[in-house]
Each structure stands twice: as structure tokens, then as C-alpha cells.
């Protein structure tokens, strides 16, 4: 097939202009050549015989004039066994093996395979010869770290195919053809153990989409209790600077409960990166006892790097998250941040002379936050299995404002809402989550009737502390006080957790329950407190007594001890105990 | 072969275009005009109309001035040779030395690939308490300095230019007031350290379109440098008049302003200057520092707020000191404990004291009743402001930490101060105990 051909007529910033000659495609991709360098590059717009298009690299040097070569392709990315574990940029591209190539910095125009064509994999095919498959069916599977990496038919197979032939269990390589299948047209097609897909197209070969229930687990106590995430569901961190969103996903991607975590560092930080590039391998997951950089694949376009390609960043993550989810896994996408994705989109929008909405965000800003949420999901695929990709993305408003474009369309379409407000961060109460503006829609492992009680005194005593700053303490009724004190005490053992502690910075689902059933009972019990410095220091041993207990691993005797010596200090202060 | 032309277009604010064919995206151009010779930088390309930022403004730009295309985008020398000299924001000798034309280097270069990045490891000890002790700087740190106009931050930057542990100095001034030029000039001149410093200072009174290079020119000498071993301090004064520079081009080429006028890219823009902070596994390293100053005091203003989501951490300058509270290093936990032992301890302990002394220091003044413990605040308080925030204190770390221990048993019990026992058994001043 010929190519279309196309030549440069306009440059402005990351974007350029081309006349072309033949047909092209909406999202195709593109090389400017300028002298040794092909710049990839993506149409954005097409009017007339002028396509715009997104240059995924600087364009220092381009001319008018020079040419475009069109592949007839969507941007896509490979999928097939080797990608956990891996470090990429925003178009797929192997971060560490272009340093091996290219040193310190990332040369310009230089694409290389996602994948490694030359390693052998150990294949098991389970379909056979005679075999009716379409797309998205299993060929078989070979063994990537501690998971069964599924072999399909490509996903956008359509019809049916029988398997003509298969290859026997064996070693091979990605490129390896291990299949052949013809449709009843007689099309006779070859497959590999990898293909490419389309980032901006969801995968859709399953069943039916099902409404998230089970809870994903993080073991971050104020979001598994009061604001928990569900599997396949979607939340949102917004937060200003210095809030310690970063720090939030980093303990995420580190303890949820996911099988695989995909971290999109989005136009953030190089160095926030790197502090997962170098401790990731050398921690093990406890689930698994092996690297946590076997169930990790990191996406980093971070601040400086081509912009274009920050905007194609938040897709090949949702691509490769969803990839896996059709094995039957539980993914979890942890995009950092998608403010600046969404400014990639002003960018790009200003550059197109588009007329601007809000702040000069794209007017398609909301469709185009919305369609990316929506590719998280609890699905039921083809063959009865359950798989599910969450995603949480965290988001920077400008001046810590929520009142602005990318946080409020973000909120519409999320399942729950992480409020990271400075007054915390400041007050140094971790996790900076407001407990009482955030949300949650889906269901905590917690007895909801306890976790409404809490959120009762937290709100009550939220009102008591708003009098006290003007009546004073002395103002306020000691019945009043207490309320102030439970909410405070339920605040500093149960919400604030220390994530740089080896015992209290993770909280597993059956210690969350014991514990907040505790937890429960002080907020609850009535107790025999006459007067505010009697009840402040009661307060301050019982909270003190909880804060040491966190720091106790629940297999230690230590833990039982300590839980005897709370229930002790509970039922002698407890009014009902009163005359005993 | 060089192009000319001589036909200009259109003027428009310090943009000019003209009708060119074989021409770059961002190459240079040089206009001559009766007032001399500018240079100019390709900004857009449409057709065969070019679109040229003029470096020395438009002012007296005739119609049929003349337009050389240079064939080669914005370069600058790069040697030993640069060391004490200084330069403006073109990159044309400010002072009387000769130009300086070999080893020409292209500036912008692409983004280090964040795999070949390591994690910060090594402190600089810049000999001021509130750096040193509570906020660690750190080689390959980017951090701004938050100040209104009129706070000695260009005092500060000098201070720290002379006694930070670097092998070398960039100086890169934006928009920077004649006399602090000199300031800077001089200061470093009589502390003996120009000879290892380059100076690009593109002053108040130059045109605002020669600013936009200052970054830039700094950034590509000091990773130059750093890739030849050496450990180099880039300052930047002021990043806010380098936005407002960005601001004032992407008005005149109609770009919908996102934010109080400034352009959407404002983000990736002071993004792609401050990423050039880095440590070379095996070779040298960037460190930045750059001004900031904040019109109205306020935080919220697009170039701090953009400034705040890029950097790690910033120092708050007010009332000529470093604010203990809202500074902050996010990389001093790499390496505040490797210092000595009471590090830690003492710079969260001496915070909350302070911090309470805060408080108290409101109750006095609502004419509330002061307990002893109140007492002991106050006097602590002001000894803490006096001789550790001072921005004029100037003691190694080790003598600040002994400093904070005989503020400390001065005003207090070892009790009252919650310190470790362990560590009081160590550090608390023998004579006062």
C-alpha cells in the first residue's frame, strides 16, 4: 500500500501544519524528517487537504516545506508478554534502554520497540486446531513473573475465525507467528504473541460491564474506612501544592491490594520518579515475596518532556491497564497528575486557534475527562472471568482553588473524592484528606452504621471547635467538650496514619475492623468525665494508648496486652461502670 | 549561504514578520536597523510568512530593514574561558573581555531520560542556620525563593552564591535592577569568587524580549559544565519577569491567555528551565535557585503557584527572614541524617517551640494574662529570632545545632524541651545543666 505523503506549511510551537496528498486518518501517525531525525507525530485536525498535527518532540529546526511521511496507523502501543516491569515514556518508549543507548539524555527522534523481540518466552497453547476464535480469544498463555500472561486473537478481529494451525508448547519469541486463522471469507490471517492497539480506543471485547462492589483494599485507613475505592471504580485527589498527593499515590501504589499497578507520572516531577525507579525493585511485595517492580509498569513523561506526548501518556496507561484487565486481573492506574494532562489539552486547543471555555480550558475538556474515567471498569469477560482496572488520578489546581475546570468535571464523573486540604498538610495531619468534604459512592468493609457515628461526632465536633474559637473554651459545656475531644481523638488514632512506619503505614482490612471497632466504642461509650481538664487528659492517655498500639504489628503479644490495657481504661471511665 | 531580506510585513509589539522561504523553526535572524543590530528568534512559521521575536524590541524598525537569517538556532560558547566573564542576554560580552565565539553550543537541549536520574544524596552547606539546619538545600535541588519586591532576596542569593559548597556559579539575571547587577558583581568580586563564576544579566533597562534567553543560556552553561564534573549553582533572579517576558509575547501573538494573561504553557514553560536540575551519576551536577517574587504577597498568583507544583519545596522570604513555616526543602530527608545526631531532633524541636511561642506571642498581644511557661516562650522566642533567624547569623551547621541547645538551656528545663533523653544526655550544655 502507498503511503500518504505530506509536506510541512506551517510550524507554530509543538504543532505543525501539512498538506497532504491521498486520504488520512483522524489520530494517524506521522514523521516529520528533518535531516537524520523522524519526529512523531499524531493528526489532531483535518481541514481541507491540511492536517494539523501534535509533534511528540521539539521542533527546533523544522522547515516549511519538509516532509511528512503518513503511516496509515493510530497512535497505538505493543501488547504482549514484557511489559511489567518496565519504565516508559508517554509513546511507549523503553525508557531504559535508550539510556543504554543515548546516555543522559533523551535524544531527540529516537523510537525503539516496547517490547524485547529478542527474549524467548515458554508458550502453553490451550486453543487447538479447528478451534472457533474471534477477537480478544485465548490462544494460551506464557508465564510473565508471578502471572499468566494471556495470548489473544487481537482485539480488533472481527467475525469468526477457526484456528488453521498452532504451535506446540515451546519457547518463542514475541514475533514468532504461533497461530494462523482464516474467517469463513477465506482470509487467511498469521498471529504473533503481540500486536499493536490504538491508545484512544478502549478495549471493549467482554462480556458485559458490571457495577464496581468489592472494595480496593490501599490500606490507607481514612480511604479504606470512610472514603473507600472500589475495584473497577474511579476516584480523584485534588490537592494544592505541598498537600502530599504524591506522597498519597506513592503509598498506594505500594500497598493496594491490586495485581498490577500502573503509575502515569504525568508531567510532574522527574525526581518523584525516580524515587520509585530505585526502591521499587528492592522492596518486596509481601504479597507475592517477590519485587514490587514485577507487578509495576511506570509511565514518566514528566514536566519537561515533550508535552504532545504528556497528552498520549494518560492513554497508553488506560491501553496496557486494560490490556491486563483482560487476562482476568485487577489493575490499578495511579495517574499523577491530570491537571497537566488537561493543560497538554489547552495547550494544544490554543494552538488549533480553538475558541476557549473556561480558564482557555478546550470546550471538550469534560467529554475528554469523562471518556478517560470511563475506560475503568469491573468487567465479566468472554470467557466468565472477572477482571477490573481502577484509576485514580490526582489533580493540581491552580492556587489550591476546587472551584475550577479540571477538579469540577473530574468530580462528575468519580466514584469517590479525596479532598487534600492545606490546613492539614499544615497542621502536619496525614494523609491531608478532608474527612469531611471528601466522598465516597462505593461501600467500605466497615459496618456502615459505625462509620455513619463516627462521621456524626467528626461533624459535631467539627461545630464545637468552630464555637470554641469564638466563646473560648470556657464557654463551651463539657458535654460539648467531649464531643470536640472524641472527634479530635478519632481524628489523630484512626485518620492520620504515619506512612513512613513500617507496622502503622499500612493497615490491612481485618486489622482496619478490629481496631475501628475500638475506636467505635470510645466515640460511643458515655463517660464519667465531670470536668474539661479531667476529660482532656483521659483524651490524651486513651489517645496516646491508640497511637502506640498502631505502631504494634497485630502478630506481636505486645498487641494483645496493649488492647487489654485500652479495654480496661475504657470500662473504668465508662458511666455505666459508675457504682461498680 | 546566508539569506537577506528586506521586507518586513508587519510590526507588532516586539514581533516582526517578513515573507522567507528555508527558514528553521527558532533559528536566529539578525535585523539591522539604524539603531544597530538585533538579533531575532523565529517564534512561528505559516506558509512562507515568518514570524521573528526582535531581542532588541521594535522601536525604529524601519519597513525595509534589513533581515539576515543565520542558518542556525540560539548558541552559546561554551569554555574555560567563560569563567569571570559576564554576558547579556543575547550572549554578547557585557564586560570589556573579547567575544567569545568557539565551541558554540546549541541551548534548550532535550530533558534528561528520568531513568539516568539518582536520588539526591548530597547536601550543601550554605553556612545560614534556616537553610542549613531546618531546610536543607541539596545538590541537584531546584528551589525558588517566595518574597515580595523589596525583600534582600538578591542579598540572599549573593550570600549564598559566596559561601555555598559549589565549584562553580551562574548567574542568570531577569529583568535585574541595575544597582543589584552591581551589587552582585561586586560582592562577588571582593569574596573572590567571579573567577568561578559566568554572569548572564540582562538588566530592568534592556528590551523584556532578551530576558526569555537568560534561563536558557544559564542552564545549558551549567549542564555543560556539569557534565565535565563540576558542581555548579545556577541563580535566577527574577523567574517572575521571565513569565511576565513570556506573557508579553504570547499577547502579541494572540494566544488565548489562560490565567491573569499569562499563556496555558506558563507550566511546562518554567517546567522545561527547572528540570535542567540534575545530579550525573558519574559526573557533576545543576542546582538552582531561583527568586520568585510574588506580586501582592499572594501565593495563589500564576507564577508562584505554577512555580510551588514544580519545584522541591521553597524558602519564604519575609520581613528580610526565612520563614520557618512555610519554607520547605522536600529533599532535606535525603540527607539531615547523615549531618549528627541531634539534627532531626533539634530542627523539629526548636519549630514547635517557635511555633509556640507564636501563639503566646498573639495572647500577649490581646492583653491576655502570660503564665511562666509563657514567659519562657517569649524569651525564647526572641532569643530564636535574634540569633538563628537572622539572616546576618553565619555559623557552620554544627555550631547552629550547639546554638539551638544553648537557646534551648537557656529558656528551659530539658523536660520542657521533649527532647530524647539520650540526646540531652549528649548535647545539653554542660555548664547550664
Keep these: ?580 | 549561504m546566508q539569506k537577506v531580506y528586506n521586507k518586513i510585513l508587519s510590526v507588532t509589539g516586539n514581533v516582526i514578520t517578513v515573507r522567507a522561504s528555508d527558514v528553521a523553526y527558532e533559528e536566529l535572524a539578525e535585523v539591522t536597523t539604524q539603531r544597530g543590530k538585533s538579533l531575532a528568534q523565529v517564534i512561528k512559521l505559516e506558509n512562507d510568512i515568518v514570524s521573528l521575536q526582535v531581542f532588541a524590541g521594535s522601536q525604529g524598525i524601519a519597513t525595509n530593514d534589513e533581515i539576515r537569517f543565520l542558518g542556525n538556532p540560539m548558541r552559546v560558547t561554551f569554555s574555560n574561558n567563560m569563567l569571570g566573564r559576564i554576558f547579556n542576554g543575547s550572549g554578547v560580552p557585557r564586560d570589556r573581555g573579547p567575544a567569545l565565539t568557539e565551541n558554540m553550543i546549541e541551548i534548550a537541549g532535550p530533558s534528561v531520560n528520568p531513568a539516568k536520574r539518582i536520588i539526591p544524596r548530597n547536601m550543601i552547606r550554605t553556612n545560614i542556620p534556616m537553610i542549613d539546619l531546618f531546610n536543607s538545600l541539596v545538590v541537584s535541588q531546584k528551589l525558588p525563593i517566595f518574597s515580595v519586591s523589596g525583600e534582600p532576596y538578591n542579598e540572599l542569593l549573593a550570600r549564598i552564591a559566596l559561601q555555598a559548597e559549589v565549584d562553580m556559579i551562574v548567574l542568570g539575571g531577569i529583568g535585574l535592577k541595575y544597582d543589584q547587577y552591581l551589587y552582585f558583581k561586586n560582592t562577588l568580586e571582593e569574596g573572590g569568587a567571579l573567577s568561578r563564576s559566568v554572569f548572564f544579566v540582562h538588566t530592568a533597562s534592556d528590551p523584556i524580549v532578551e530576558g526569555l534567553m537568560v534561563p536558557d543560556l544559564c542552564l545549558a552553561v551549567a549542564e555543560r559544565f556539569a557534565l565535565k564534573g563540576k558542581n555548579v549553582l545556577v541563580l535566577l533572579t527574577d523567574m517572575t519577569n521571565f513569565a511576565d517576558a513570556l506573557k508579553e509575547i504570547a499577547i502579541t501573538m494572540e494566544q488565548v491567555p489562560s490565567n491573569r494573561g499569562y499563556p496555558g504553557d506558563l507550566y511546562s514553560q518554567l517546567a522545561a528551565r527547572y528540570e535542567k536540575a540534575v545530579d550525573f551519576d558519574t559526573a557533576g551536577s545543576v542546582t538552582v535557585l531561583a527568586a520568585t517574587t510574588m506580586p501582592g504577597d499572594d501565593v495563589t498568583h500564576p507564577v508562584p503557584d505554577n512555580t510551588g507544583y514544580i519545584t522541591e519545596g521553597q524558602f519564604y522570604l519575609r520581613n528580610g527572614r526565612i520563614e520557618p513555616f512555610g519554607s520547605l526543602s522536600r529533599l532535606k530527608q535525603q540527607v539531615n541524617d547523615k549531618t549528627r545526631d541531634d539534627h532531626r531532633a533539634i530542627m523539629d524541636g526548636l519549630i514547635q517551640l517557635y511555633a509556640q511561642y507564636n501563639e503566646t506571642e498573639e495572647k500577649r498581644a490581646m492583653g491576655f494574662r502570660m503564665s511562666e511557661w509563657d514567659k519562657k516562650l517569649l524569651k525564647y522566642g526572641k532569643l530564636f529570632e535574634s540569633n538563628m533567624m537572622d539572616l546576618s547569623v553565619n555559623i557552620a551547621l554544627e555550631d547552629a545545632l550547639d546554638l539551638g541547645w544553648k537557646i534551648l538551656a537557656e529558656c528551659f528545663t530539658p523536660e520542657e524541651t521533649r527532647m530524647k533523653t539520650d540526646l540531652v544526655k549528649k548535647f545539653w550544655p554542660k555548664e547550664a545543666a
Excluded at chain 1, 463539657?478 to 499500612?506: C, M, P, R
Excluded at chain 1, 504494634?552 to 485500652?566: G, L, P, R, Y
Aim: proline share 4%; charged share 25%.
Design chain 1, 1 to 580: 500500500m502507498n503511503k500518504t505523503k505530506g509536506s510541512i506549511v506551517g510550524i507554530n510551537g509543538n504543532m505543525i501544519s501539512v498538506v497532504f496528498d491521498d486520504n488520512i486518518i483522524q489520530n494517524e501517525v506521522g514523521y516529520a524528517i528533518t535531516g537524520e531525525d523522524r519526529l512523531k507525530s499524531e493528526v489532531i485536525k483535518i481541514q481541507g487537504n491540511i492536517a494539523f498535527m501534535q509533534v511528540f518532540e521539539i521542533t527546533k529546526g523544522l522547515k516549511i516545506g519538509d516532509k511528512v511521511e503518513f503511516t496509515g496507523e493510530m497512535l497505538s502501543v505493543q501488547l504482549g508478554p514484557g511489559i511489567l516491569g518496565m519504565v516508559y515514556d508517554g509513546l511507549q518508549n523503553p525508557l531504559n534502554e535508550l539510556a543504554e543507548l543515548h546516555g543522559f539524555f533523551l535524544k531527540r527522534g529516537v523510537i525503539l520497540d516496547a517490547l524485547d523481540f529478542n527474549k524467548k518466552w515458554e508458550f502453553t497453547p490451550t486453543a487447538k486446531k479447528g478451534d472457533t476464535v474471534t477477537g480478544g480469544s485465548i490462544l494460551g498463555h506464557v508465564s510473565e513473573g508471578i502471572f499468566e500472561h494471556k495470548i489473544f486473537v487481537p482485539f480488533d478481529y472481527q467475525g469468526n475465525f477457526t484456528v488453521k494451525s498452532i504451535v506446540d508448547k515451546g519457547s518463542y519469541k514475541v514475533d514468532q507467528v504461533i497461530a494462523t486463522v482464516e474467517n469463513d471469507k477465506g482470509d487467511k490471517l498469521e498471529l504473533m504473541m503481540y500486536f499493536d492497539w490504538p491508545v484512544k480506543i478502549p478495549i471493549t471485547n467482554y462480556r458485559e460491564k458490571m457495577v464496581p462492589k468489592e472494595p480496593l483494599v490501599t490500606q490507607t485507613r481514612i480511604i479504606d474506612t470512610f472514603f473507600p475505592v472500589a475495584r473497577g471504580g474511579t476516584y480523584c485527589i485534588p490537592g494544592p501544592f505541598g498537600a502530599g498527593k504524591t506522597v498519597l499515590q506513592q503509598v498506594t501504589s505500594r500497598f493496594a491490594e491490586a495485581d498490577i499497578v500502573i503509575i502515569a507520572a504525568c508531567g510532574e516531577r522527574a525526581g518523584e520518579v525516580v524515587e520509585t525507579l530505585r526502591k521499587f525493585p528492592e522492596i518486596t511485595d509481601p504479597r507475592t515475596g517477590k519485587s514490587l517492580m514485577e507487578r509495576t509498569i511506570i509511565i514518566c513523561n514528566t514536566s519537561s518532556m515533550p508535552v504532545a506526548a504528556r497528552e498520549a501518556s494518560v492513554y497508553t496507561a488506560a491501553t496496557l491497564g486494560e490490556y491486563y484487565r483482560q487476562m482476568g486481573l485487577n489493575v490499578l492506574l495511579l495517574a499523577d497528575s491530570t491537571s497537566r494532562w488537561a493543560q497538554a489539552m489547552r495547550e494544544l486547543s490554543g494552538r488549533l486557534e480553538e475558541i476557549p471555555g473556561e480558564e482557555a480550558f478546550p470546550a471538550y475538556l469534560e467529554s475528554r475527562i469523562a471518556q478517560f474515567y470511563e475506560r475503568a471498569g469491573l468487567v465479566e469477560l468472554n470467557d466468565g472471568n472477572m477482571g477490573s482496572l481502577t484509576i485514580g488520578g490526582t489533580v493540581s489546581p491552580a492556587g489550591g482553588n476546587f472551584e475550577e475546570p479540571v477538579t469540577q468535571s473530574t468530580l462528575k464523573v468519580v466514584g469517590a473524592f479525596h479532598g487534600l486540604s492545606r490546613d492539614r498538610s499544615n497542621a502536619r495531619r496525614y494523609p491531608a484528606i478532608h474527612p469531611l468534604e471528601s466522598w465516597s459512592k462505593y461501600k467500605s468493609f466497615n459496618q456502615p452504621k459505625s462509620i455513619d457515628d463516627a462521621r456524626k461526632i467528626l461533624f459535631k465536633g467539627n461545630e464545637v471547635h468552630q464555637m470554641m474559637l469564638v466563646v473560648g473554651e470556657e464557654g463551651t459545656s463539657v458535654e460539648d467538650y467531649i464531643i470536640y475531644l472524641k472527634s479530635e481523638f478519632l481524628d489523630s488514632v484512626y485518620l492520620q496514619q504515619n506512612s513512613f512506619d513500617s507496622v502503622d503505614g499500612a493497615t490491612s482490612p481485618e486489622r482496619q475492623k478490629y481496631v475501628f471497632k475500638y475506636v467505635h466504642d470510645v466515640l460511643m461509650t458515655e463517660f464519667s468525665l465531670k470536668e474539661k481538664n479531667e476529660a482532656r487528659n483521659f483524651f490524651n492517655k486513651m489517645r496516646q494508648l491508640f497511637i502506640d498500639w498502631n505502631y504494634i504489628d497485630m502478630k506481636d503479644e505486645e498487641f494483645n496486652k496493649q488492647e487489654a490495657v485500652i479495654t480496661k481504661l475504657i470500662e473504668e471511665n465508662s458511666s455505666d461502670a459508675e457504682g461498680i
